[in-house]
C-alpha cells in the first residue's frame, strides 16, 4: 500500500521553496559554510534539497521531520556545506517544538541544551583553547535557541487559546444567564396572567352557560349581571398588567401587588360568582408583617383555589383558612369534589402548576388532592410558606 503523505500547508511550501532557492544561489556563487571535507561542493547539494523536501512536513509531520532533518544535517558535515541548510534545520527544530506534542515540547530543549553544554566541554578538552566555546555557542544557536523559542511561542498560543476558550465560556454563561432570565420572567408573565384573569373568565364562561341553557329571564338577567362585573374587573386587571409590562408608561399605572388584606375581597367576589364560600382567618390581628412576597403568594394560591373551586367543585361549602405559626404561614383551601351538577368550565392544569411554582420559589410545600371526610369527599389545597427567607421550607 503506497504511503499517503499529509498535504503541506501553504507556509511550509513558501519556507521549502525560498530556503532552496536561497541555498542553491548560494551554491552557485560558491559560498560554502564550511572548509574543504572529505566530500565535494556537490555533494552539498543533497542535504540541502533534503531538508528542503522536509520543510513541506514541519507542520504536519515535525518529529519525523526532526529526525530526517538531523540525519541530513550530519550529512551536511562532512561536505563543504550550506548556510540555507543550517537555516533550514533549525526551523525544523523550532517547529517540532511548536507544532509536536507537549512531551516533545517538554524534551527537545532540555535534550538541546544537554548537547549544546556536552559539546562545549568536549571541544574545551579536546582543544584546550577557548576558541572551543564558540563551536558550543554555535551548537546553541542551532539546537538550542531555535527550541526555546518554540517553547516561548507555544506557551504564548496556549494562553491566547486558554483566554479565547474562557471568555467563549463566558459568553456563553452570560447568554444561558439571559436565556434562563428571560425563561423565568415569561414564566411569572404566565402565572400574574392566569391568576388575575382566568378566576373573571371562568365565571363569564359559567354564567353564560347558564344564561344559554336556563329559560328563565330572571336568571339570565341576573347572569348577564355577573358576566358584565367580570368583563370589567378582567379588563381592569388586564389593564393593569399591560402597564406593568410597559414600565408604568403613559396613564397606565402599575396595580400594587395584592396582599392578604384583600382576601375578604376577592373572597366575596366569588360570592358573587355563585360561590358559597367561608374565610377563616387564624392569624393574629398584630402578629408580625409577613414579606410582600409570601403575601402575594398566598393571596394568588387562594385566588387560584376559588377558581378552580368555581369551574369543578360540586355545590357545597369552600372552606379558606389561614394561620399564621412563628415561622410559616400555612394557607388551606377545602372544596367539594363530587361530580358537579352545574354548568363546568374547562381546565388546562395551569392553575396546579403556577401554585406549586410559586410555593417552590419561596421554598414551601405545596400539596393538592382529593380526600374523604365526615361530610363526603373534599379537594384540598394545602400549603406551607416559610416566613424567613432564610428557611429552606417549614414542615409539620
Request: with cysteine.
Given at each position: 500500500?503506497?504511503?499517503?503523505?499529509?498535504?503541506?500547508?501553504?507556509?511550509?511550501?513558501?519556507?521549502?521553496?525560498?530556503?532552496?532557492?536561497?541555498?542553491?544561489?548560494?551554491?552557485?556563487?560558491?559560498?560554502?559554510?564550511?572548509?574543504?571535507?572529505?566530500?565535494?561542493?556537490?555533494?552539498?547539494?543533497?542535504?540541502?534539497?533534503?531538508?528542503?523536501?522536509?520543510?513541506?512536513?514541519?507542520?504536519?509531520?515535525?518529529?519525523?521531520?526532526?529526525?530526517?532533518?538531523?540525519?541530513?544535517?550530519?550529512?551536511?558535515?562532512?561536505?563543504?556545506?550550506?548556510?540555507?541548510?543550517?537555516?533550514?534545520?533549525?526551523?525544523?527544530?523550532?517547529?517540532?517544538?511548536?507544532y509536536g506534542t507537549p512531551a516533545a515540547a517538554r524534551r527537545i530543549p532540555v535534550t538541546t541544551g544537554v548537547i549544546t553544554v556536552a559539546v562545549t566541554f568536549g571541544f574545551l578538552a579536546w582543544w584546550?583553547?577557548?576558541?572551543?566555546?564558540?563551536?558550543?555557542?554555535?551548537?546553541?544557536?542551532?539546537?538550542?535557541a531555535p527550541a526555546t523559542t518554540g517553547v516561548l511561542v507555544r506557551n504564548h498560543r496556549e494562553a491566547a487559546a486558554a483566554a479565547k476558550l474562557r471568555a467563549e465560556q463566558t459568553a456563553l454563561l452570560?447568554?444561558?444567564?439571559?436565556?434562563?432570565?428571560?425563561?423565568?420572567?415569561?414564566?411569572?408573565?404566565?402565572?400574574?396572567?392566569?391568576?388575575?384573569?382566568?378566576?373573571?373568565?371562568?365565571?363569564?364562561?359559567?354564567?353564560?352557560?347558564?344564561?344559554?341553557?336556563?329559560?328563565?329571564?330572571?336568571?339570565?338577567?341576573?347572569?348577564?349581571?355577573?358576566?358584565?362585573?367580570?368583563?370589567?374587573?378582567?379588563?381592569?386587571?388586564?389593564?393593569?398588567?399591560?402597564?406593568?409590562?410597559?414600565?408604568?408608561?403613559?396613564?397606565?399605572?402599575?396595580?400594587?401587588?395584592?396582599?392578604?388584606?384583600?382576601?375578604?375581597?376577592?373572597?366575596?367576589?366569588?360570592?358573587?360568582?355563585?360561590?358559597?364560600?367561608?374565610?377563616?382567618?387564624?392569624?393574629?390581628?398584630?402578629?408580625?408583617?409577613?414579606?410582600?412576597?409570601?403575601?402575594?403568594?398566598?393571596?394568588?394560591?387562594?385566588?387560584?383555589?376559588?377558581?378552580?373551586?368555581?369551574?369543578?367543585?360540586?355545590?357545597?361549602?369552600?372552606?379558606?383558612?389561614?394561620?399564621?405559626?412563628?415561622?410559616?404561614?400555612?394557607?388551606?383551601?377545602?372544596?367539594?369534589?363530587?361530580?358537579?351538577?352545574?354548568?363546568?368550565?374547562?381546565?388546562?392544569?395551569?392553575?396546579?402548576?403556577?401554585?406549586?411554582?410559586?410555593?417552590?420559589?419561596?421554598?414551601?410545600?405545596?400539596?393538592?388532592?382529593?380526600?374523604?371526610?365526615?361530610?363526603?369527599?373534599?379537594?384540598?389545597?394545602?400549603?406551607?410558606?416559610?416566613?424567613?427567607?432564610?428557611?429552606?421550607?417549614?414542615?409539620?
Amino acid at each position: 500500500m503506497a504511503l499517503s503523505l499529509p498535504r503541506p500547508q501553504r507556509v511550509d511550501v513558501r519556507i521549502a521553496v525560498t530556503s532552496l532557492l536561497g541555498g542553491l544561489v548560494l551554491w552557485a556563487l560558491g559560498l560554502h559554510a564550511q572548509p574543504d571535507r572529505a566530500l565535494g561542493a556537490d555533494w552539498a547539494l543533497i542535504p540541502l534539497v533534503v531538508l528542503a523536501g522536509l520543510e513541506l512536513l514541519r507542520s504536519s509531520m515535525p518529529r519525523t521531520a526532526l529526525v530526517l532533518a538531523t540525519c541530513a544535517l550530519v550529512l551536511d558535515q562532512f561536505t563543504k556545506g550550506n548556510l540555507a541548510s543550517i537555516l533550514m534545520y533549525t526551523d525544523i527544530v523550532y517547529a517540532a517544538v511548536l507544532y509536536g506534542t507537549p512531551a516533545a515540547a517538554r524534551r527537545i530543549p532540555v535534550t538541546t541544551g544537554v548537547i549544546t553544554v556536552a559539546v562545549t566541554f568536549g571541544f574545551l578538552a579536546w582543544w584546550r583553547e577557548p576558541e572551543a566555546v564558540l563551536i558550543g555557542i554555535l551548537v546553541g544557536i542551532v539546537l538550542y535557541a531555535p527550541a526555546t523559542t518554540g517553547v516561548l511561542v507555544r506557551n504564548h498560543r496556549e494562553a491566547a487559546a486558554a483566554a479565547k476558550l474562557r471568555a467563549e465560556q463566558t459568553a456563553l454563561l452570560a447568554e444561558m444567564d439571559r436565556v434562563q432570565a428571560v425563561t423565568a420572567e415569561r414564566a411569572r408573565m404566565a402565572r400574574e396572567l392566569h391568576d388575575m384573569v382566568a378566576n373573571h373568565l371562568s365565571a363569564i364562561a359559567i354564567h353564560s352557560t347558564a344564561a344559554l341553557s336556563l329559560d328563565n329571564p330572571a336568571a339570565s338577567k341576573d347572569a348577564l349581571a355577573v358576566i358584565r362585573e367580570n368583563s370589567v374587573q378582567g379588563l381592569a386587571e388586564m389593564r393593569r398588567l399591560i402597564g406593568i409590562l410597559r414600565d408604568a408608561s403613559g396613564d397606565l399605572e402599575p396595580a400594587a401587588a395584592p396582599t392578604l388584606d384583600g382576601l375578604a375581597a376577592l373572597v366575596e367576589g366569588a360570592r358573587t360568582n355563585g360561590l358559597d364560600v367561608t374565610l377563616d382567618d387564624a392569624r393574629a390581628p398584630q402578629g408580625p408583617k409577613l414579606p410582600a412576597p409570601v403575601e402575594l403568594a398566598a393571596y394568588r394560591i387562594v385566588q387560584e383555589s376559588l377558581t378552580n373551586a368555581l369551574k369543578h367543585a360540586s355545590p357545597g361549602r369552600v372552606t379558606v383558612r389561614l394561620s399564621q405559626e412563628p415561622r410559616a404561614l400555612r394557607v388551606r383551601v377545602t372544596s367539594p369534589y363530587d361530580d358537579p351538577s352545574g354548568p363546568r368550565a374547562p381546565g388546562s392544569g395551569a392553575g396546579l402548576v403556577g401554585m406549586r411554582e410559586r410555593t417552590e420559589l419561596l421554598g414551601g410545600t405545596f400539596e393538592s388532592g382529593p380526600e374523604s371526610n365526615p361530610d363526603g369527599k373534599v379537594w384540598i389545597v394545602f400549603v406551607t410558606l416559610p416566613v424567613d427567607p432564610a428557611d429552606e421550607g417549614a414542615k409539620e
